[in-house]
């Protein structure tokens, strides 16, 4: 059953913590990205990768980074240097050749 | 600038009552138009990808179209199943990476 996967669906961080935001998708896409989803925004990219072992950043990366050893994970590191953290995490990917994303169920950041 | 709007914000229907979300852009070069549904605390479920003027794509109660400003989604006869935020977004020229979001229209559907 083909689809991307977001882990943990909820997590909770305490200040000055830094967490980790897992992203794996079995449809054998080559592009993977990374946005965030805050309240009366459009969603806002963070980051994203076209191959493995290669990433960019997007509009909004300070305070995050990434990691693409595998072509089908991308995790996402919240780093205590964001200074906001508290959103709603949504990895997408995106096949060779094509210009749709697919997205993935979202993970939940709260910030204690 | 590349920008992406929806209208209205929200809108609330009767059961069987068709309407029209509006989603107008403004980008260097379109390379896709896309639309989205999102219920609550989910990602986005894809729906269409357009890509020229004239296009249409229709799947069940829902019809997207575009022309070279804007892109409508028509929902014919909804069901409160239908209640969700639909999201739109472009691809542009600009960038291989540069997918631009609007802040998506809430529907409510009622029975």
């Known amino acids: 059953d083909g689809g991307i996967t977001q882990s943990p669906k909820y997590l909770f961080r305490k200040e000055g913590q830094n967490v980790t935001l897992s992203c794996e998708q079995n449809l054998n896409h080559d592009a993977m990205y990374w946005y965030r989803q805050d309240p009366g925004q459009g969603l806002r990219l963070i980051y994203y990768?076209?191959?493995?072992?290669?990433?960019q950043k997007g509009d909004i990366a300070e305070g995050y980074s990434v990691s693409r050893e595998k072509k089908e994970s991308f995790p996402l590191t919240v780093t205590s240097a964001q200074k906001n953290p508290t959103a709603f995490y949504l990895c997408a990917s995106r096949p060779h050749g094509a210009d749709t994303q697919y997205f993935g169920p979202g993970t939940r950041l709260t910030v204690l | 600038e590349d920008q992406v709007t929806q209208s209205p914000e929200a809108l609330r229907l009767q059961e069987g009552e068709s309407s029209s979300l509006n989603c107008s852009y403004t980008?260097?070069?379109?390379?896709?138009l896309f639309w989205y549904r999102q219920d609550p605390g989910k990602g986005p479920e894809f729906l269409f990808t357009l890509y020229s003027a004239g296009e249409e794509k229709e799947k069940e109660r829902l019809k997207a179209t575009l022309t070279k400003k804007e892109s409508f989604l028509h929902i014919t006869a909804p069901k409160p199943e239908d209640s969700a935020t639909y999201l739109c977004a472009v691809h542009t020229s600009s960038g291989t990476y540069k997918y631009i979001f609007g802040t998506g229209t809430r529907l409510k559907v009622l029975a």
């Open positions: 980008v260097s070069g379109l390379r896709g």
């Open positions: 990768s076209q191959i493995v072992n290669d990433f």
